[in-house]
Structure formats: structure tokens, C-alpha cells
């Protein structure tokens, strides 16, 4: 008898969690109610009927992130009182602000002083600030959790994964025409996305002088799928310098380029690749008379290494580049350093 008795508990225990379909506003309102009363995500669930593991979920996925008004954007313990110049090793003539007010490089990306105090609160459960005491004087990067703008997010998201893929036939035929070639040559459909995926107004923020550059992994070598672990730099932020932040505005001033918010159009309104690119240089080295064809790649590093012989430090080297360690910042640093040697040595002999 007690062990039917423990069944029947166990069964109605379970019942708490028996909704089915997704989550309207009702829902997200008796969540967001929950929360600013400080209740946990059990007891949320049991009084909508869901899962305690779906309530978290809703609301680390669909919470509001609101920017902090730290003093000059920086969230360094120090920012107010410091006094540093010159980080990127600029000389004293080239440069008269403080580091804390360039817009060219994030100094807390290159201070040996940085001491972020950023809070760390929303990283666990509730994952937001709706019960903080604090939350209306905070300056701090925070979350909040609002059921309207939850309940918009969720909807828009649905939408635009049902949109499909916004592409005219000629669009169709042509990267199908692309693709075919390229994986008839052996190249993974990892190489080929990475080498002619087109950049977007989504991934420029002309306000935060930055781009987003998605790369893709690949599993087995036959599947792809994005890298969202920012940790695992699957997406690589860049800062944009003033001139290539006035080119952009340029082009938004002009309107075009925002056909399928692509930036850059080339003929016949397809968006423009990478392969474009390398084969107009391809023919500005055979019009000079150049033999070796060089590549988007080549010019960039051609780029990094005029840098390094200007004196650019490895810090500013990684930060213009966007690489992920100092390893391949240092390499460009001691090619300049070698190529500086060589000439010394040839002005010796020559003189």
C-alpha cells in the first residue's frame, strides 16, 4: 500500500510540468511577476506548468541587456583617475589624449592596470536583475527580464526563421554554380563559406566603431555549423578605424549596398566575394607586371607587416588585426625586426 501511495506522489509531482506547445504572454508575465518577487524557477514553473529547466531557459534566452553608463565606456576600476598615454607606443607629437578616450584602440584590451568591475550577478540563476536593490542607481552592464519585449524577441526569431533564404534566381544560379565548382576541386563547404561569405550592415556598429566577423567550424568534414562561443572565437570583433568608418557612412549616404543587406554589390547586384576581389588584384599585377598573383590574404599581411616595420607594438599589432593570441603579432614584429637588420647590414656593406 505505501508503495502505491509513493506512485500516486510521484505522478502528481510530475503534473506540475504537464503543458505542452510554447510560451505566450500569460506565461511571461507570471514569470516576470515571479521574478521581481524573488521567487525561484520551481516555483515559477509549478504555477504556469512548465519545467523548471524551460523557465530558465526563457529567461537567460530572452532576457534585455541594458549598456552601463561607466565614465568614458570603460568599466576599469581606475578609468576616472587615470592618466595613461600612448599604449599603442605612439609618439607624444602623434598622440595627446589619454588612452582611456581613444576611439582607435580599447585600452582595456592593453593596460597592464586594467581591473574590470563589471558584475558578475546575471552569469547565475536568476540570470537577471529584476530583484537587485541597486538596480536603479546601477552604472553596470545589467539584465532585466521584461515579459513585452521577451514575448517580441521570441515572435521576431520565429519570423525570420521562416523567412527563408532571400535570394533572387540569378542569385540561386550562381552560387549554386559556385559551390558545385569549388567542392568538385576537393574544398570543404568550411573553406568555401569562410572565403566568400559577404559582409552585412547586421555585423558593422558604426556607433560602437566595430565589425562582426562569424566564422564557421568543422565537424567531421562534412558539416558545418556556426560557432557561437565567443570564448572559442567563433566570433571575432574588430575595431574599425576612422577611415574605414567614413567609407561606411559613405555608402549608407548614397543608399546602395542594402539590397539583402549586403554592403558591398558587384555585377548584376550579387553580393561581392572574396574571389572578386583576388581576381581584379590578379589583374593589377599582370597590368604592372607583376608575376606572382597575389591574394586578399597576401595583401593583409602585406598590411601587418608595414605596420611592424613603423614601429607598431605587438599589443597594437593584435588589437588592429583582431587576433586571437600575440603569438602571430609577435612573428609580424620579428619579421620587421629581421627585414630592419637585413637593410642595416646592406648600407654597412654598401657604404
Not at 226 to 245: C, P, Q, V
Not at 276 to 290: F, Q, S, T, V
Request: with cysteine.
Amino acid at each position: 500500500m505505501g508503495v502505491f501511495a509513493s506512485e500516486n506522489i510521484i505522478q502528481a509531482d510530475m503534473n506540475y510540468y504537464n503543458k505542452s506547445g510554447q510560451m505566450d504572454l500569460t506565461d511571461r508575465v507570471a514569470i516576470e511577476t515571479g521574478l521581481c518577487r524573488g521567487e525561484s524557477f520551481k516555483k515559477i514553473a509549478k504555477r504556469i506548468r512548465r519545467h523548471p529547466t524551460t523557465v530558465a531557459h526563457e529567461v537567460f534566452e530572452n532576457r534585455t541587456y541594458i549598456k552601463g553608463t561607466n565614465f568614458a565606456g570603460k568599466d576599469c576600476r581606475h578609468v576616472r583617475t587615470c592618466a595613461v598615454k600612448n599604449l599603442c607606443d605612439g609618439s607624444e607629437d602623434a598622440c595627446n589624449y589619454r588612452c582611456k578616450h581613444c576611439r582607435g584602440y580599447d585600452c582595456t584590451k592593453m593596460c597592464k592596470r586594467y581591473e574590470s568591475v563589471a558584475c558578475h550577478k546575471p552569469d547565475k540563476p536568476p540570470y537577471v536583475c529584476n530583484t537587485c536593490k541597486d538596480r536603479k542607481l546601477c552604472i553596470k552592464d545589467k539584465y532585466v527580464y521584461s515579459a513585452p519585449y521577451a514575448d517580441a524577441a521570441v515572435s521576431r526569431r520565429r519570423s525570420e526563421s521562416r523567412q527563408g533564404i532571400h535570394l533572387t534566381e540569378e542569385q540561386k544560379v550562381f552560387v549554386d554554380e559556385l559551390v558545385t565548382r569549388l567542392v568538385k576541386k576537393g574544398q570543404p563547404l568550411t573553406h568555401i563559406y569562410a572565403e566568400h561569405e559577404a559582409l552585412k550592415w547586421s555585423d558593422v556598429f558604426l556607433e560602437d566603431k566595430l565589425i562582426m566577423i562569424t566564422h564557421m567550424i568543422d565537424i567531421d568534414n562534412n558539416y558545418c555549423e556556426y560557432n557561437k562561443s565567443h570564448e572559442t572565437e567563433g566570433m571575432h570583433e574588430l575595431d574599425l578605424s576612422d577611415r574605414a568608418i567614413m567609407i561606411l557612412e559613405k555608402i549608407k549616404s548614397k543608399n546602395y549596398g542594402f539590397r539583402d543587406d549586403f554592403i558591398f554589390l558587384g555585377k548584376n547586384e550579387n553580393y561581392l566575394l572574396t574571389e572578386y576581389c583576388n581576381k581584379n588584384i590578379h589583374r593589377a599585377c599582370k597590368a604592372l607586371g607583376i608575376n606572382k598573383n597575389f591574394t586578399t590574404h597576401d595583401c593583409r599581411r602585406y598590411a601587418a607587416t608595414q605596420a611592424a616595420l613603423r614601429g607598431m607594438s605587438t599589443a597594437a599589432l593584435q588589437n588592429a588585426f583582431g587576433w586571437k593570441d600575440k603569438d602571430t603579432a609577435e612573428h609580424y614584429v620579428q619579421v620587421a625586426a629581421a627585414k630592419k637588420e637585413q637593410k642595416r647590414v646592406l648600407v654597412d656593406v654598401l657604404n
